[in-house]
């Protein structure tokens, strides 16, 4: 072995590099590290790795071209504030989001270990998520009929399910039905249920609303690892399903597909036509909601199905039954109807 230079010293991007890595919790659920009070402490996605890693290569190269003599991170953390002050002038000028400077804020506030209380800690622009263009109104998908067909189907994210989708990962209502039967007989029974059954109740629990399905799509390894049978929607359910029976158990359905496709194609929109597709297949016209609860304090009739935004979008009303089927067939929970409004509903 050589001996170690004594005159090299880490730049200032291979310092922070260091500190994220050294924060890698890869693996381990993000709930568990907040309930344990460690996620100040960790990053448990590869995603979110390599996000801050880039600003913190962006705040690095800044730091090289306006402060060269600083070298360490000691040093460097007074600059931040500046260093966010100059990116917050590209935002208003609009050559920035809202969402990437708060992206870029949490990537220097984790790697400096900069705490919400903290007097350095630098308060980003609010999100108004009216403002939001990526992905939308634009034209969705790939460009390739039968994938795009496939995700405004089902729902699926693109290269994290759509790509990753193997023959076999199809089920029927009826094995879902007879699935939560059999896991919540043996949970009422008081038998010890593994980790993987009680995600599999879950999973059963959400689909069987939608009893007017015959056709599912198993996601085994969804958003936050969650599983979910998805619905299988649209004008083009047959070839759906016939394309993920026609493949081979442990084959991938796109295997002939670059992954290229998959990183680079429209997924968002395709998610919202599919979001749209079953919104409208469940929710009534506000007009025709049915009045059927009374106000409290003035007596007056109230349709509870009814949900009203407030906010950015005050005005805006739509069927929470609708609502909720939506969210349940993307995969989010029930609290989160918003979400669905805020991220989906500009293809209602």
Known sequence: MGKPNPKYHKTLFEQMRDVLVSKQRFGVSRAFLKRNGLDKDAISSVNTYRTYLKWAQYFARYMAEHHPEITTMKKARKYIREYLEFR??????????AATIKTETSAL??????????PEYFKTPKMDRVDIKRSRNVV????IEELDNFGRGTGLRTHKELEVLHGGDYIAYTDIRNEYDTLLKKKNSGEPMT?????????????????????????RNGKGGKRRYAPVVGDHVDEIVAKIKNTHDG??????????VFASMNEHALRAEYAAIIYHEYALPIEDLPKDSTNDGTGHLYASRLYSCRGSFAGRKYDKVGLLRVSAALGHGDKRLFDVVAHYSYKF
Do not use: W
């Open 140 to 143: 969705p998908g790939s460009g």
């Open 109 to 118: 506030n984790k790697i400096f270990g900069i705490c919400p209380d903290d």
């Open 251 to 260: 084959q991938r359905v796109f295997g002939n597909i670059p992954h290229s």
């Open 195 to 219: 980790r993987e059954e009680h995600d599999h109740l879950a999973a059963a629990s959400a689909a069987l609303q939608f009893d007017d399905k015959e056709h599912f799509v198993v996601v």
């Open 88 to 97: 917050l002038e590209n935002y208003k000028t609009g050559m920035l989001s």
